[in-house]
């Protein structure tokens, strides 16, 4: 089964930028639409951004302006690149493959984000 695994999460000041990475194996990476997702302290996971195979992105809410999806289907990774980071960005970050509304593979353990002075 497809692993996804996510990576780049540290703790950064606000204002600052971080830059994650999602990952899978296997050769159909091109054909995914990935989503990503986080989950705040105490929250449940929510969806928050989608690079289609395509390459068209979506975002919503607070991210919108502030973060930036890109793929690079030779190395089968997708890209978060996040700025402007305010302590409301933290948590743990995860991403997924979709194949239509078919999940891809499995979560990843997720990359942790803090933002914080």
């Known amino acids: 089964q497809v692993q996804f695994v996510e990576s780049g999460g540290g703790l950064v000041q606000p204002g600052g930028s971080l830059r994650l990475s999602c990952a899978a194996s296997?050769?159909?990476?091109?054909?995914?639409?990935i989503n990503w997702y986080r989950q705040a302290p105490g929250k449940s996971r929510e969806w928050f951004a989608r690079i289609s195979a395509g390459g068209s992105t979506t975002s919503v809410g607070s991210v919108k302006g502030r973060f930036t999806i890109f793929r690079d289907n030779a190395r089968s990774t997708v890209f978060l690149q996040m700025s402007a980071l305010k302590p409301d960005d933290t948590g743990v970050y995860y991403c997924m493959g979709f194949e239509g509304s078919e999940k891809a593979g499995s979560w990843g353990q997720g990359t942790q984000v803090t933002v914080s002075s």
């Open positions: 296997g050769s159909r990476f091109s054909s995914y639409d």
